[in-house]
């Protein structure tokens, strides 16, 4: 714990006499990153949310607007419709995604616009035959 500094002394000059003391005792030697960069600062542009980033980052959290969030599960889905081993867990994936897709069609949320619509569930079920006929 520190003194308190006393009434009549400029409070710049209190601190530096502090901070030599403690240099002269050597409480500054040995610290960890002595002499090291600070770490993760790249550039002086300022970012007042850098610290919310560098916590996402370190936590492995990303966040996505909704609509792109729905997106990329709407990709997902198609792509585990097409390797899906049944035409009925197809369809089950396809109506699922599809009644995400319509609600924010018409309840839209910030952010951008979707920019997509339902899936044509009997014509992905129709290429996910032609697939498998293939693959055969």
Same mark, same amino acid.
Request: proline share 17%; no cysteine; hydrophobic share 25%.
């Given at each position: 714990m520190t003194e308190r500094k006393p009434p009549g002394v400029p409070f710049e000059s209190w601190v530096d006499k502090q901070i030599h003391d403690a240099e002269r005792r050597g409480e500054f030697d040995q610290l960890p990153g002595a002499g090291k960069p600070l770490?993760?600062?790249?550039?002086?542009?300022?970012?007042?949310?850098?610290?919310i980033k560098r916590k996402m980052a370190r936590e492995g959290l990303a966040v996505l607007? =909704?609509?792109l969030a729905l997106r990329k599960e709407a990709e997902d889905a198609l792509a585990a419709a097409y390797a899906a081993p049944s035409e009925r867990i197809v369809r089950k994936i396809l109506t699922d995604v599809n009644v995400r897709i319509s609600e924010m069609m018409f309840k839209p949320p910030p952010g951008p616009p979707l920019?997509?619509? =339902?899936?044509?569930?009997e014509d992905v079920v129709r290429q996910w035959r032609e697939r498998r006929a293939a693959q055969a």
């Open positions: 770490p993760e600062i790249t550039d002086t542009s300022y970012d007042e949310l850098w610290w607007p =909704p609509t920019g997509m619509k =339902p899936y044509d569930v």
